[in-house]
């Protein structure tokens, strides 16, 4: 009998401005959940950058959260895994939902761009699938975490839609980026198993774009498993 696939999908909070996208998060986990594999959230034990008043846009003065708690709210019942426990081994393939919090609380991407740097943690996390040669997909600004890992190494093809500035910081950190028009798109590197697509980059994308994106990733990620038996 085939082996059920196990992904991982490494989430950064609740909350688009401070965390995980979450109409991302969630459509990922329905692709995921309409294929039969088997699903594990995970993300870091650790505080947020900030926290975001999402009608405002503001920061709240004083306020923490906790990233794996606030991701919890996503994979629900309490089941997300946190980072510091999760081995590369025990998984086929790693989905990274995006939202301000991969920019924010596991990288600092969005304040110093090319210049940024991972929470270590993470950085292994990510590095190992490549090592591994697992197959990774990446939606919205997560190809940011990428571009990051790979920089110095490796040089993937990946996409955040068509932002010049965000083209700019993949050149500089030796990635081959490649505009893309809509969120439906994705763009394959075979040679690094890795599947990125917009998402959200594109602020005014209808949901149901957003979701084909999303589900044509999650699809070729899966396609590039390994059937055991």
Do not use: W
């Amino acid at each position: 009998m085939a082996k059920t696939p196990r992904i991982a999908v490494l989430l950064s909070g609740c909350g688009y401005l401070d965390g995980a996208e979450v109409r991302e998060a969630v459509l990922a986990l329905l692709a995921l959940d309409q294929h039969g594999v088997k699903v594990q959230c995970i993300a870091p034990n650790a505080l947020q950058h900030h926290v975001i008043n999402h009608i405002t846009g503001e920061p709240v003065p004083a306020a923490q959260r906790n990233i794996l708690e606030e991701s919890s709210r996503i994979s629900r019942q309490g089941k997300c895994l946190n980072l510091a426990q999760a081995r590369v081994q025990d998984f086929d393939a790693l989905i990274m939902p995006g939202g301000f919090g991969v920019a924010k609380n596991l990288c600092s991407f969005a304040f110093k761009g090319a210049q940024a740097d991972m929470r270590p943690d993470v950085a292994a996390f990510v590095r190992g699938f490549f090592d591994a040669r697992k197959p990774v997909g990446a939606i919205c600004i997560a190809p940011a975490l990428v571009a990051l890992t790979l920089h110095g190494s490796a040089s993937a093809k990946l996409t955040l839609g068509n932002d010049a500035g965000c083209a700019s910081a993949m050149t500089q950190l030796g990635q081959q980026y490649q505009n893309t028009q809509s969120a439906r798109e994705v763009v394959i590197d075979e040679a690094h198993q890795l599947i990125t697509t917009p998402a959200y980059m594109f602020d005014d994308a209808k949901l149901s774009d957003v979701f084909t994106g999303i589900e044509r990733c999650i699809a070729e990620v899966l396609k590039r498993i390994p059937v055991t038996r």
